[in-house]
């Protein structure tokens, strides 16, 4: 009875509530993961890639995320640094995290750092095809321009808060979508 007084509340909360109650459920949790499907289309690669994997989130900051298919990678931040490891490159990719007060980026928020409301214009939007029925689309635009994506839409479970799929959209037109098993 609880979800559906949440879920009709929902419905009538508009983009800055919305941001605000999901800001403050994900600034309780302290870890989590989520297998994922991750699909890009568009842009520089002008074709469809979809890959699959695994998330892990343990806050502040800290991340890893492991692509299985097609191809064996990973990405791992300790809050400082992250690492990008392709294997058949056989090499590591080290780069700075930004810090929280910079820290816009859409995987950044999931793992603790950012902060919805502060960083970004939200609005609400149509729920992009595929996601799951039910679901509330949110999008954000960054208050400050970003090199790797120009406006993003979190997807939402009305009753839970919590996020079912990300889209981000690129400078070049490239579209990344995320979404859990």
């Given amino acids: 009875m609880l979800a559906v007084i949440l879920a009709l509340s929902l419905a009538d909360v508009d983009a800055s509530q919305l941001a605000q109650s999901l800001q403050k459920k994900y600034d309780g949790i302290k ?33 890893r995320w492991e692509y299985t298919t097609p191809e064996q990678k990973s990405f791992v931040s300790d809050g400082m640094k992250m690492y990008s490891y392709i294997p058949k490159d056989k090499q590591v990719i080290i780069a700075n995290v930004p810090p929280q007060d910079q820290a816009t980026t859409p995987t950044l928020f999931l793992a603790g750092k950012g902060n919805l409301t502060r960083d970004f214009t939200a609005t609400l939007a149509d729920v992009p095809e595929g996601m799951p029925a039910g679901s509330r689309a949110l999008k954000l635009v960054p208050k400050s321009r970003q090199r790797d994506y120009d406006w ?6 009305p009753a839970t808060l919590d996020i079912r799929g990300l889209v981000t959209v690129d400078a070049q037109g490239g579209k990344s979508t995320f979404f859990s098993r």
């Fill in 31 to 63: 870890d989590f993961s989520a297998d994922f499907i991750h699909t890009y289309e568009g842009g520089v690669l002008k074709k469809k890639i979809t890959e699959r994997g695994r998330l892990l989130i343990k806050k502040p900051g800290k991340m």
């Fill in 152 to 157: 993003l839409v979190l997807v939402i479970d």
